[in-house]
T-cell receptor
Framework: DAKTTQPPSMDCAEGRAANLPCNHS???????VYWYRQIHSQGPQYIIHGLKNNETNEMASLIITEDRKSSTLILPHATLRDTAVYYCIVRMHGSSNTGKLIFGQGTTLQVKP | DAGVIQSPRHEVTEMGQEVTLRCKPI?????LFWYRQTMMRGLELLIY????????DSGMPEDRFSAKMPNASFSTLKIQPSEPRDSAVYFC????????????FGAGTRLSVL
């Protein structure tokens, strides 16, 4: 699996966009980028995933660079409830995949009032 | 759906005692995963099942740990005998077969072994 690198921590003002970067320079052509987050004292929560096109859902947007070596998770209007650890994971997709997710240290996002 | 349900939410036990953690996956999900989270090691996969069959238990720390999935709606993780270093938060997650990387996690069981 491709290794990911994330900054250990970031701050964001409430109501502003939070942009969380992830480097995955060794990603292969059939690997997707997944984002999860873990709010304090809760289990991890799936946010979004993508292959090479930008993706958006009700929670966030995912921007993947053209060479696919890095990506950015965007929370368009961060709230205090978005304070959490955000994990970027690279894995193959599909039923043949084992689903064996490897969570690194992630980025601790602190949203401040 | 109520999501993945884990019980108990908190467990405090003494060293040497048997501990059983329980998990009810989301109905219709074919894969189930047990994770452990500690400050030192982060979130690590212990074992996972596909269609009730254990597929990979390479993350199980030692023989004191065992996991079962007798049917599609129930799984247990047992520690016998428990040790203080087993203190951690244990998460269960489930997923539909076709999207194994989109996992739905329970709220976790916080285990303290004294």
């Amino acid at each position: 699996d491709a290794k990911t690198t994330q900054p250990p921590s970031m701050d964001c003002a409430e109501g502003r966009a939070a942009n969380l970067p992830c480097n995955h320079s060794t990603i292969s052509g059939n690997e997707y980028v997944y984002w999860y987050r873990q709010i304090h004292s809760q289990g991890p929560q799936y946010i979004i995933h993508g292959l090479k096109n930008n993706e958006t859902n009700e929670m966030a947007s995912l921007i993947i660079t053209e060479d696919r070596k890095s990506s950015t998770l965007i929370l368009p209007h961060a709230t205090l409830r978005d304070t959490a650890v955000y994990y970027c994971i690279v894995r193959m997709h599909g039923s043949s995949n084992t689903g064996k997710l490897i969570f690194g240290q992630g980025t601790t996002l602190q949203v401040k009032p | 759906d109520a999501g993945v349900i884990q019980s108990p939410r908190h467990e405090v036990t003494e060293m040497g005692q048997e501990v059983t953690l329980r998990c009810k996956p989301i109905s219709g999900h074919n894969s189930l995963f047990w994770y452990r989270q500690t400050m030192m090691r982060g979130l690590e996969l212990l074992i996972y099942f596909n269609n009730n069959v254990p597929i990979d238990d390479s993350g199980m720390p030692e023989d004191r740990f065992s996991a079962k999935m007798p049917n599609a709606s129930f799984s247990t993780l047992k520690i016998q005998p428990s040790e203080p270093r087993d203190s951690a938060v244990y998460f269960c997650a489930s997923t539909p077969t076709a999207a194994k990387n989109i996992q739905y996690f329970g709220a976790g069981t916080r285990l303290s072994v004294l």
